[in-house]
């Protein structure tokens, strides 16, 4: 068993036991959502895999969490294994810690997890459901787990309330495409098979992103919106130190990307990553580094370790005049330096909401699950960025990704985007200052944990 302690220096108002899924996206705004309950005196155990604990490059240093898992617990399915040892796990915590003190008073689960619910139910705990994903794609895979959506979807959607119509390629691909997603799509539907039995349903979003749906799904759930999920010195600065998730699937690169940038000059450098999953064709790898040739900006490209096959022959060389590519970066510090001018991305909900936050316009580019839903929203609804018409093969071509490029850093049309990502810089940390509606959220999610022990 691995074990990390971290003094809390306050007396301990209760227990949290958070179990996340073993994925980037997924583990990275839960673990800062665990940092904001430890830091108003919960105590917070995340119960993290081996896999995770072990190929991540941790940064413990005022985090105040534990991290506990065990040999077994793999990333491999949430079906089998997982499900399996993931139980075991969180029991033996709550074993261990019956008697104490620190007795665990709530789970906070992966809301792709729901058998987690019936553990915490079992031992008369506080169960509370986490989505990483938005509030509309969520609400989209409501509306079809009880057949108000029916499948194969053949037209536009525009029943769901709070949402605007959405056009088939405009939906979450687990929706849209059944034969290439069907297990998926499975796997997402189930985060409902128990969802009324959750004290709290807790979403990394907030509540003027979101406002009409949020509103709607409020009438199902006891929902607490609590995000942007993001080291609080990007926002209100209230725990210090708090820069890093804490924890990356990937070495960060060792490339002095830093020192490079400050060598530019504010908003000249277009920054692009893909995340820590999608994967892009050979042929749409080349038409984005083509793109990037033509728009002669300068640019800093994340391309992981196995996707570099897939770059132009010698492009790296031929572009170091312009460019920098990496295999890995702190996307939040690179994202909130001044020279970056566009961000180019796959439409990660985590990537979003740091765009937001840090007032970086987007040039959007999904490529399944939740990004294409999350790239409508970024382009259309909220006027945040430009979504590049793909072509008959989903492929954007290299004119159309750097028509948007210049759309966004240079022509008229980049101030109203400018404009916009502006205000939801503001309402980011409007929603997590003292008062906020995230904030309160938080807040109320810490009280109702007291009436819990009571």
Known sequence: MLERKIKMGKEMKGHVLLLPFPAQGHFSPMLQFAKRLASKG???????TISVTKSSYAEAGGVQVEIISENGYTREGVHGSFKDVGSRVLLSIIEKNRYSSDAVTCIVYDSICPWALEVAKENGLFGASFFSQSCSVNYIFYQVSRGIIGLPVEETVSSIPGLPPLEISELPTFVSDLEVYKVALDLFLGQFSNLDKADSVVFNTFDKLESKVVKHMRKLWNVLTIGPAIPSMYLDKRMEGDKDYG????EPSEDPYIKWLNARETGSVIY????SIAVYTNEQMDEVANALRQSNKYFLWVVREEEMIKLPKNFIEETSDKGLVV???????????SSIGCFITHCGWNSILEALSLGVPMVTMPNFADQTTNAKFVADIWGAGIWPTADHKRIIKRDKLEASIRNVMEVDIADTIKKN????????RDAMEIGGSSFLNIENFVKSLQVVRK
């Not at 924890?247 to 990937?250: A, P, R, T, V």
């Not at 990502?421 to 980011?428: G, P």
């Open 42 to 48: 919960l105590k917070a155990t995340i119960a993290m």
């Open 247 to 250: 924890l990356n699937l990937f």
């Open 272 to 275: 692009l990553s893909f995340g």
């Open 327 to 337: 295999t890995w970066c702190s996307q939040i510090e690179v994202l909130s330096h």
């Open 421 to 428: 990502i502006s205000n939801f810089r503001e309402m980011t």
